[in-house]
């Protein structure tokens, strides 16, 4: 993947995921599940799937400009599964968030995060909450960063079907960020 120059963080642009970009973050998605440590998903689901079970206020990318001119390349993405259907849980969303490995530790993720917050909160959505592999230390410290709190561990929640962790018991971090202007 060709590396654009990211030596300032404008460079870096966040704007809502389209179906033209699921190709991109299936991609990266399937490049955090190949670590064994981001998520229980075997696989990335199609677009349909995708956006049928997401927040969209909540699924954005993170892209940079690339070749030929007015391309853009996409480094990162987020997005968000309501966690209930009932109503009275409508403002409560698990998050995910995954940066192209090419493009790790450059500010990418926090770009994402800022933006993320905002566009979740403008959509009235009080509580950010994610579970984490208490192995990947990237995404428990950008969570952290982020005013996520750990609420608890799920220990042993459920047996990896795939990949490194294979027939292995997985604990689950639970954080949440509660929004200070929704609620």
């Known amino acids: ?48 799937t995708f956006s049928d079970r997401t927040v969209a206020s909540c699924n954005l990318v993170a892209v940079v400009a690339d070749e030929p001119p007015d391309s853009e390349l996409v480094v990162g993405c987020t997005w968000g599964l309501p966690v209930s259907q009932r109503e009275i849980l409508s403002g409560v969303v698990e998050q995910s968030i995954y940066i192209h490995p090419d493009f790790a530790r450059r500010g990418i993720g926090r770009i994402l995060m800022d933006t993320l917050i905002t566009s979740s909160e403008a959509d009235g959505i009080w509580t950010l909450q994610a579970g984490i592999f208490p192995e990947n230390e990237a995404s ?16 042993r929640y459920a047996l990896m079907k795939f990949g490194p962790h294979e027939g292995k018991w997985r604990d689950v971090v639970l954080m949440e960020r509660r929004s200070s202007k929704v609620g």
Request: aromatic content about 10%.
């Open 1 to 48: 993947m060709p590396s654009p120059d990211l030596a300032n963080e404008a460079a870096i642009r966040v704007r809502p995921m389209t179906e033209a970009d699921w190709p991109a973050c299936a991609s990266i998605y399937q490049a955090g599940i190949d670590t064994g440590n981001a998520t229980f998903d075997p696989e990335p689901s199609d677009w349909a």
């Open 140 to 155: 428990l410290a950008i969570h952290e960063m982020y005013g996520f709190r750990t609420v608890g561990v799920r220990e």
